[in-house]
């Protein structure tokens, strides 16, 4: 039976900290798991969690032979050799980096021929491996986890969404324009990331702090795919304190991580 717990959520000094503990969760449940099937995400915030991870494997051994991963998306249209792709961004922030083997690294493929096949076969190959461990996720300025925009099925699965404007916007600064970004990705669902064992949502700087604060506090809503995630038996939220400072129960949560005993270990290493 499923032990539903609570959603977690660990607040840090400051984005360093918060990226640090993130990647002492993955490098924990690594160790304890070497064929851990992991769920990793793009973006700004989670680069600096992939430079820690990069780290522990030079500095600590931490060994990534037998894990495989799967990444939440990939943009419609982009090669993996293009450096806007998040397969690009992936073999550069960690893959290359790491001893992984790189058979076992799956994103989406942007370019399929038929992507609805595509979409059905990244489900099966992820229900091949047994399911993922552990899924790294980011969050959007409009809510959205992957690329489930507002409005994605709670229940969704692994499909093609169109980007919000919103998510355009965001996205824009890492092309040369907002008419650059590709206007479609591939996305696994919500559905799709709440069957994951654990999730470990990773949000930092105070422009997340809104939306934050709707995702963990707020009412279930698929308007904020996020909100979803309040629904999962095992979600971990690790902020730094601009992301945390429109929470309401900040007191509470800084008291379960100084006392809570399971977070000790990591308590101790900051
Ligand atoms: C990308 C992904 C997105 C990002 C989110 C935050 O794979 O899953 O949900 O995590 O858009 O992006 P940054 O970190 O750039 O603010």
């Known amino acids: 039976m499923v032990n539903f717990r609570r959603v977690e959520v660990i607040i840090r000094p400051d984005a360093d900290g918060a990226a640090r503990l993130a990647a002492r969760i993955i490098a924990r449940q690594l160790r304890d798991n070497p064929h851990l099937v992991l769920g990793l995400a793009t973006g700004r915030t989670m ?16 060994d ?40 076992n690294t799956y994103l989406p ?13 990244y489900e099966a190959t992820i229900a091949r491996f047994g399911g993922i461990d552990l899924q790294l996720l980011g969050i959007g300025q409009a809510g959205h986890i992957g690329f489930n925009e507002p409005l994605s099925a709670l229940r969704s699965r692994t499909r093609v969404k169109a980007l919000a404007p919103l998510t355009l916007q965001q996205n824009a600064a890492s092309f040369a324009g907002m008419d650059q970004v590709p206007r479609r990705a591939i996305t696994m669902g919500v559905g799709t990331i709440l069957e994951c064992r654990r999730c470990l949502l990773l949000a930092t700087g105070a422009e997340k ?33 601009g992301a945390a400072s429109r929470l309401e129960g900040l007191e509470y949560y800084r008291r379960l991580f100084a006392t809570e005993p399971e977070w000790e270990e990591f308590r101790n290493q900051d």
């Open 47 to 62: 680069e600096c969690v992939y430079g820690q991870l990069v780290q522990m494997h030079r500095k600590e051994g931490l």
């Open 64 to 103: 990534f032979s037998l894990c495989s991963t799967f990444n939440l998306d990939e943009y419609v249209g982009l090669a993996a050799e293009d450096p806007h792709s998040y397969r690009h961004y992936m073999n550069e922030q960690l893959f290359r980096q790491v001893n992984i083997d790189r058979r």
């Open 109 to 121: 493929n942007g370019r399929a021929p038929d992507l609805e096949i595509e979409c059905r076969n």
């Open 209 to 241: 702090a809104e939306i934050i604060a709707q995702a963990v506090e707020g009412p279930i809503t698929s308007m904020i795919s996020a909100t979803a995630l309040q629904l999962h038996a095992r979600c971990t939220v690790v902020v730094d304190e």
